[in-house]
């Protein structure tokens, strides 16, 4: 239970004296002192009888003749202990306060104040709360004495015998430090626990300010302390190297950064820029964190090549020779490089083409770009984009970031030290993206010709111009690419090789290199044509060389350990041989063999590294006319079969097959290989040919394949990757290819060397297709 004690209320006329920037609380014994005409007039008025006076704080302690309105309207009746006479007139008293008091009217002004006030006593409560405020008051104190160095012991004792809460609170808040504002709204609550409430948070505000305070202090100490011991560290260690005579001033360094700028060739704008951070740089301490960002920035701005640039070789023929020395066949993409190098040649502010070489893997895009450097006497760098995620490999970093450096971009250009080079971005189809950004986004601007003239890096944050270089991208397919990033570049396609192809490429470069490689010479081994063909034919099957060569390395490998053995001095390889350092032959020729009975058709499929050719098979069994597929097909491809089987029985009159065929049988269809996924419409009419074939109980001619979409009315639409399926009919031995009509343009891309003894038929209708694929 609280009790509430109410002293009895009193009026009395008390002198009143302005305080400024003090405020008096009952109890507190404070010395004053007395200066002002008004205070000292009070003090002579006080005969020996009367020593008690209110003591009320100025609103401003700035004002020096204050009124009525500048008072507060609560203060303190105190006690004059002690008067001190001082040798400038003016007087030192001593006070203790007795009480709090309100004013209630101001009775005198001159020669001083006098007001008759209100005494308000004490509102006492005493209940756990208020013991609780009176104990954490005391421990917050003792806290506080640590922090404060005008508090000593003696206070902290002082507080800690304090029992009773509404003295512990004046006594308290006359101790510290507090504003005058927030004493005296300490001194102007009656009610004990709201006036102890108030000291508790005033008190625990002050210790959180002090504690924050100390580790800021303790902070600064630190740093201090270690950049003291640094500089005493940095001045041993320049007097031992001058000892040494090792030692060069900073300002030398400065300098000698001045003569190199002064000397270098660079735009006005990156000039000014280079001229502004140097300044800041001599300003800067070498101890300061931004000295060492300021200088590695100022190391790339001058290392740039800014206006060096390498002669091209503009001797179109020359170049050939080179092109034609490093790479077999590619016609299209050397004719192409030495247009460049003609127009180079009549006008020489050209800007660099943007090309991108499309083929599958292993048919030498990479090496083609060191060898288009070669031909046009340039620097060439390689910049792998297979799986980079991250926008600021190409755009760089901003100079904010701890380990800041530029873009991919000017880094290669920097490291070739020249503004013109050959840059090939490989496998530019598989750019990734993901929440640090997009980079294909970013290449926009570095693959535009009409925008690359002023390419800005996030670290270099000055234009550099990249219309000289000349990019090449490689890719494996366009599918991946961003439109507007495709839009940007020339896309030429490389086909794959075939095995005429694939035999020169061996004899004039994969041989040497592997015979150079390792340590043999054309004496020590030799391989005749047909052990080639056999490695082509029986122990790969692929667009490019790369396996190839890889079975090549193995065969001289073999040859090497029997030379070093002393089994042999030197080796033919001959077909036979083949099979003893390959092992047993891989592939086989299975045109033939695989299109011998009806319900089997040749297939050309299109794949990311090739073309290939594909056999569907379709048998029949007794049952109510179900279709089923097999092979892991693709919706598209599933369509295609019902579309072939729908048209097949609306027609089967007119091809001699039984109307009701399809009430007897259940059709499969099956595409071997059956773990690989295919899917797409190009096999509509070799899918028709097989059922053609089953239920006619007809076989599809020998060496024959075929491509193209069919449709209900029995039309043959249009597919793609026409190049890739005729190489790959080539590669594998087919001599005749069926293809849609409008196809035909098609086929004039493709090299005629490539199609050399190859016979084409274009069909519009499927019956057309039946004409020409059976016996």
Not at 438 to 464: G, I, K, R
Request: glycine letters at 6%; charged letters at 30%; a neutral charge.
């Amino acid at each position: 239970m609280s009790e509430i004690k109410i002293i009895p209320e009193t009026l009395e006329t008390l002198p009143i004296m302005p305080l400024r920037n003090t405020v008096v609380f009952p109890h507190q014994v404070i010395p004053l002192a007395v200066g002002r005409e008004k205070s000292l007039a009070l003090l002579n008025h006080l005969d020996e009888g009367s020593k008690v006076i209110g003591l009320i704080a100025q609103r401003d302690g700035r004002i020096e003749d204050p009124t009525v309105d500048d008072l507060y309207t609560w203060g303190t009746a105190a006690m004059i202990l002690k008067k001190f006479k001082m040798p400038d007139g003016s007087e030192q008293i001593i006070v203790q306060g007795l009480y709090r008091f309100r004013l209630v009217e101001m009775t005198q002004t001159e020669p001083f104040f006098v007001a008759k006030i209100q005494q308000m006593p004490d509102e006492f409560v005493t209940d756990m709360e208020v013991e609780a405020l009176v104990n954490n008051i005391k421990n917050v104190f003792q806290k506080v004495v640590d922090y404060i160095p005008y508090l000593t012991n003696e206070h902290r004792v002082m507080i800690l015998n304090t029992e009773e809460p509404h003295k512990l609170a004046d006594l308290v808040a006359a101790q510290i430090n507090f504003s005058v504002s927030e004493k005296q709204q300490v001194l102007e609550i009656q009610n004990v626990k709201e006036r102890l409430k108030k000291v508790n948070y005033l008190i625990n505000k002050e210790l959180q300010i002090l504690e924050l305070g100390n580790k800021i202090q303790n902070d600064v100490q630190g740093e201090l302390n270690k950049t003291q011991r640094q500089y005493f560290l940095r001045e041993q260690l320049k007097a031992i190297k001058k000892e040494l005579g090792e030692y060069e001033d900073e300002g030398t360094e400065i300098e000698e950064l001045r003569e190199k700028l002064a000397k270098l060739k660079m735009p006005a704008e990156v000039r000014k820029v280079a001229e502004k951070e140097l300044n800041r740089l001599a300003k800067m301490s070498p101890m300061a964190s931004e000295y060492t960002v300021t200088r590695t920035y100022l190391d790339w701005l001058m290392e740039m090549p800014w206006k060096k640039s390498t002669r091209d070789r503009l001797d179109v023929k020359e170049a050939e020779r080179i092109l034609n020395e490093d790479h077999y066949g590619l016609e299209k993409v050397k004719k192409r490089i030495l247009e460049y190098l003609a127009v180079r040649q009549l006008k020489s502010d050209m800007k660099g083409p943007i090309l991108c070489f499309v083929g599958p893997p292993g048919v030498g895009k990479t090496s083609l770009g060191r060898s288009i450097a070669r031909a046009l006497n340039r620097k060439f760098s390689r910049m792998s984009l297979g799986g980079v995620r991250d926008e600021a490999e190409i755009r760089g970093h901003r100079r904010t970031y701890v380990g800041a450096l530029p873009g991919r971009i000017i880094q290669e250009i920097k490291k070739v030290g020249s503004n013109n080079p050959v840059i090939m971005l490989d496998e530019i189809d598989k750019l990734g993206m993901d929440f640090r950004g997009d980079p294909s986004s970013a290449l926009l601007e570095v693959l535009d010709p009409e925008q690359n003239f002023s390419f800005t890096d996030h670290y270099l944050e000055v234009p550099f111009d990249l219309s000289k270089v000349m990019f090449i991208a490689t890719a494996n397919m366009i599918d991946t690419i961003p439109p507007p990033l495709l839009d940007r570049m020339e896309v030429i396609e490389i086909n794959g090789y075939i095995d005429e192809e694939k035999l020169h490429i061996a004899e004039r470069y994969l041989i040497p290199k592997q015979l150079k490689n390792h340590g043999l010479t054309e004496e020590q081994i030799t391989f005749t044509r047909n052990a080639i063909f056999k490695i082509i034919n029986r122990y790969t099957r692929e667009a490019g060389v790369r396996n190839l060569e890889r079975e090549i390395a193995s065969i001289v490998r073999g040859v090497a350990k029997e030379i070093v053995e002393g089994k042999i001095k030197k080796r033919r390889i001959t077909p036979k041989l083949v099979e003893k350092y390959l092992g047993p032959e891989r592939y086989f020729s299975e045109v033939a063999e695989r299109v011998s009975r009806p319900g089997v058709a040749t297939g050309l499929a299109w794949t990311p590294v090739g073309g290939d050719i594909l056999f569907i098979e379709a048998t029949k069994m007794k049952g109510k006319g179900q279709l089923q597929l097999t092979g892991k097909l693709g919706e598209v491809m599933k369509e295609s079969a019902s579309a072939a089987m729908s048209y097949l029985r609306s027609n089967a009159e007119k091809y001699g097959i039984e109307d009701d065929f399809y009430e007897k049988y259940d059709t499969h269809i099956h595409v071997p290989a059956g773990a690989i996924p295919k899917d797409g419409p190009s096999a509509g009419i070799t899918i028709f040919a097989a059922l053609y074939s089953l239920y006619a109980n007809k076989c599809v001619k020998n060496n024959l394949a075929m491509t193209g979409e069919i449709t209900l009315r029995g039309l043959v639409l249009p597919v793609g990757g026409i190049r890739e399926k005729v190489i790959a009919a080539k590669r594998a031995g087919i001599e005749t290819v069926i293809l849609p009509e409008k196809n035909k343009k098609d086929l004039a891309e493709i090299p005629r060397r490539h199609i050399e003894g190859m016979k084409f038929h274009f069909i519009k209708e499927v019956d057309e297709l039946i004409e020409l694929a059976f016996e």
